[in-house]
């Protein structure tokens, strides 16, 4: 024949495109691309959000942050290099207005700032409520405030109002923009007010355990900024600054941005999922095609073409297809990712910059590392099919891939997957789990189909069973191709549920119907009697009261603790910030004691928290040495406590059991039920105007909010990931579509009846897809434990209907498949089979 590879190819392209033998290939190819181009194109216009505005997120060039004024020599050392400086000090308090004006209370995240604020961005504010904010250069001027809007709605205030912050009385005379520092378009709790650091005495509001954040901004040439970096990180390790760390452009604000990258996370293991099920949906399919070409390439042998000819045509042929199945992809997810910025909608900044180039390579190249790896290896063998099967159809049939194949595109896609995953940890659980599962489900499917042989007898059994039976342990390979495949679409499918109502269900029924719904904060000791007496006044009783302190904790075992020496991220954090003591002779009755014992009044005990001790890697019998201001106080851990979080109780990582420590400075914390009426917050406030008061209710409702929108995005993207399953399922069962037409049509040229064939196909399709579902409910109920376990740390019970709705889900779905992928083959002629069958 005197055609070339490249005009063969775009033959048979144009021919297979035409008979739909490529549909399955784009298709699962395009579900992959797109599920993980959406979640590319998402991350890179967020990153590229944050490092715009890394900035004004930072409010200068590199800022130090510290949880007690900045050390004299980090201040010293950027005022002998140059910079520019400006500090600021935030922490939560309770703003209330007056008296004549309804005396209503709200949270709110106060700001003292100095001249120069801020260094880097724009703080905008307007004069009155509705006008366009405009930039500024000023700060509030002694005696004024300057306030969110959300803050005057909240107090039924107006500009040249008075708003109350402790002791100090603040004329509103501007309302609050943009605050660069904040990052603008991330979740904020509550509202702000900013006040000139000169009236930060006056409001008497800092306690000796009030969580302060002192801040302060450096700005300058980027050479001498990225050297004073450098030295205030060996200043910070060398003279052992705790609580001290230096942010700069290259770290940004990483603990504004952990819902996002909580998000994100959950994202990547959803896609990562859609395209480890669309690999098995590719290589199915790939296989499928290729028997269906075996006649065409011995014919074209008969021809004359050479093997090298056939081989390079096919594989033009996919690599186009991988191209054209790529592009549809990143089409489809550039428009994906608009509907996650929707649905993230208050958690990031509708105006993100648009996403680069690289999630548009990224799908091209996973779209063709698709199709090359999985799909072209048993696509390949069709050039070795020889000419005398023309003549003899039962030679050149397609030989199992080599493993040395199928190993270099596995690990060639799983390399992708990890590059995906942007998390070495996740994407090494999700592409491990996944084979973990696949492996299961494989030795599992294998040895039903051996235990079937034996239990269906077929002097005993129905014929419809016998038969179905048969037709499952003749091709046991595919057998369990088939319940594999089911199975993981299925697993995916049963996870989706299981997180989206039991998992989140039982993290909302954590808290009990009865919780605390206040925290109240910074009470004095000398406030301790009539606060409490002002609470059963008001009706509450059963409260929550504790003392609390503020220590850091300096050594272990006589040996100083420093952040490096944990490579646990939440260890490091733990470690560089102030812990929130208390001591009581009893122990909480919510805390119940899992091991050592609590020993009342023993000066040099000390009870942890279990999970805290296990981060941190302690044990009964360690000495603990915490620094509570300026006094070092070193004790033994004599007994660990199982805490619930969810509880919303008063709970401590560290409680000392004794009665009394007069030796040290405290607060009280008082975690309570607030009665049903109205100004209960108010009252509180007016008469301790120095405490913060938290209102849970609204905060939960804040949390909850983000959990759901979360879900949504992660349930949209799970739609990708079912898309996927059920490919992976339509291309295992209809991998045998030739192969039961000739042996449907064997039986009906011996007698069988078509109402029987239809009773054998249902019947091997149903028992395929529920051992398939039973499979996945039980892989799931694992994997649902430990992640109720391990991630969101409460018990959780496996339901009851996970198994029988695992197994007629499958069931369903596999006969579903079936009626649609076999329909034609029961209405095929017996004739036209047999001669296309013909040896």
Not at 429 to 454: D, E, H, N, P
Not at 788 to 804: K, Q, S
Request: hydrophobic residues 50%.
């Amino acid at each position: 024949m005197n055609i070339t590879f490249w005009q063969l190819a775009w033959k048979t392209l144009w021919r297979d495109l035409c008979a739909g033998q490529l549909r399955l290939l784009i298709l699962a190819v395009t579900l992959a691309v797109a599920a993980l181009t959406a979640v590319g194109f998402f991350a890179d216009r967020l990153k590229g959000g944050m490092q715009r505005d890394a900035r004004q997120l930072l409010g200068g060039d590199a800022v130090i942050v510290s949880d007690n004024a900045t050390p004299a020599s980090l201040l010293a050392l950027a005022k002998s290099s140059g910079l520019q400086v400006s500090g600021s000090l935030s922490f939560p308090t309770m703003a209330r207005a007056a008296e004549n004006q309804g005396g209503a209370t709200r949270l709110v995240s106060l700001k003292a700032v100095e001249a120069g604020y801020p260094l880097r961005g724009k703080l905008t504010v307007s004069t009155q409520a509705g006008t366009p904010a405009a930039a500024t250069r000023d700060i509030p001027a002694p005696g004024e405030v300057w306030a969110d809007p959300a803050l005057l709605d909240a107090l039924g205030l107006k500009m040249g109002d008075q708003l109350l912050l402790g002791e100090a009385a603040l004329r509103i005379t501007r309302l609050i923009g943009v605050e660069p520092d904040r990052g603008a378009g991330f979740i904020n709790f509550a509202p702000r007010a900013l006040i000139n650091q000169n009236d930060l005495a006056a409001t008497q509001l800092i306690q000796p355990a009030s969580r302060l954040v002192y801040r302060l901004a450096v700005a300058g040439e980027d050479r001498v900024v990225n050297a004073f970096v450098k030295r205030a990180n060996e200043a910070v390790e060398r003279e052992q600054l705790r609580g001290v760390r230096i942010e700069a452009l290259q770290g940004g604000r990483p603990e504004m941005a952990q819902t996002l990258e909580r998000a994100e996370k959950f994202l990547n293991l959803v896609a990562l999922l859609a395209a480890l099920l669309s690999a098995v949906a590719v290589g199915l399919a790939a296989r499928s095609f290729a028997n269906q070409h075996l006649d065409d390439c011995a014919m074209l042998r008969v021809l004359g073409l050479s093997q090298a000819t056939i081989a390079r045509s096919h594989a033009l042929e996919f690599l186009l297809v991988g191209l054209a199945g790529g592009a549809l992809g990143v089409a489809l997810g550039w428009a994906v990712h608009h509907v996650f910025v929707l649905l993230l909608a208050g958690l990031v900044d509708t105006a993100l910059p648009a996403p680069g180039l690289w999630p548009v390579f990224f799908g091209l190249g996973m779209g063709l590392t698709l199709m090359l790896a999985f799909g072209l290896p048993p696509v390949l063998q069709l050039a070795q099919v020889p000419a005398l099967r023309v003549i003899r159809r039962d030679l050149g049939t397609l030989r199992p891939m080599s493993i040395g194949v199928l190993a270099l595109g596995v690990l060639g896609f799983a390399v992708l997957l990890l590059a995906a995953s942007s998390d070495l940890k996740l994407g090494l659980i999700t592409v491990g789990g996944f084979g973990g599962a696949v492996a299961i489900f494989a030795l599992a499917s294998w040895g039903a189909v051996l235990l079937l042989r034996r239990v269906v007898r077929e002097n005993t059994a129905p014929r419809w069973l016998v038969l179905a039976t048969r037709q499952l342990s003749a091709r046991p390979i595919y057998a369990v191709l088939q319940v594999s495949s089911l199975a993981v679409g299925l697993l995916a499918l049963l996870l989706l549920v299981l997180l989206r109502t039991d998992l989140i269900r039982s993290w909302r029924q954590a808290t009990p119907a009865d919780a605390p719904n206040r925290f109240v904060i910074n009470i004095q000791p000398d406030q301790a009697e009539a606060f409490q007496r002002q609470l059963r006044e008001a009706g509450v009783s059963g409260y929550d009261w504790f003392p609390m302190i503020r220590g850091r904790l300096v050594a272990i075992n006589d040996r100083p603790v420093q952040a490096q020496d944990y490579e646990d991220d939440r260890a490091q954090r733990l470690v560089e910030r102030e812990f929130n003591l208390s001591h009581s002779a009893q122990p909480p009755g919510h805390n119940p004691i899992v091991a050592g014992r609590w020993t009342a009044e023993d000066a040099k005990g000390i009870s942890m928290e279990e999970g805290i001790a296990k981060t941190l890697n302690l044990k009964l019998g360690d000495k603990l040495r915490f620094d509570i201001a300026g006094l070092q106080q070193e004790s033994t851990i004599t007994s660990l406590r199982k805490v619930d979080w969810g509880s919303m109780r008063a709970n401590f990582f560290a409680l000392y059991p004794v009665s009394q420590m007069p030796e040290l400075p405290v607060t009280y914390l008082a975690a309570l039920r607030a009665p049903d009426k109205p100004g209960f917050d108010s009252a509180l406030v007016r008469h301790f105007p120095n405490i913060t008061v938290v209102d849970l209710s609204a905060t939960l409702a804040q949390v909850q909010r983000v959990l759901e929108q979360v879900s949504r995005a992660v349930e949209f993207l799970f739609g990708f990931t079912l898309a996927a399953g059920l490919v992976v399922l339509f291309a295992a069962v209809t991998a045998t579509r030739e192969e039961r037409a000739r042996e449907y049509a064997i039986m009906r040229a011996v007698g069988a009846g078509s109402g029987l064939l239809r009773q054998v196909q249902r019947a091997e399709l149903a028992g395929v897809g529920a051992l398939a579902g039973a499979l996945a409910a039980v892989v799931s109920a694992v994997v649902g434990w430990a992640l109720a376990r391990y991630a969101f740390n409460f018990e959780w019970t496996v339901t009851w209907w996970l198994l029988p709705v695992g197994a007629v889900s499958g069931a369903l779905l596999a006969w579903l498949a079936g009626w649609w992928g076999l329909r034609s083959v029961l209405r095929r002629p017996v004739v036209q089979t047999l001669r296309q069958a013909a040896t």
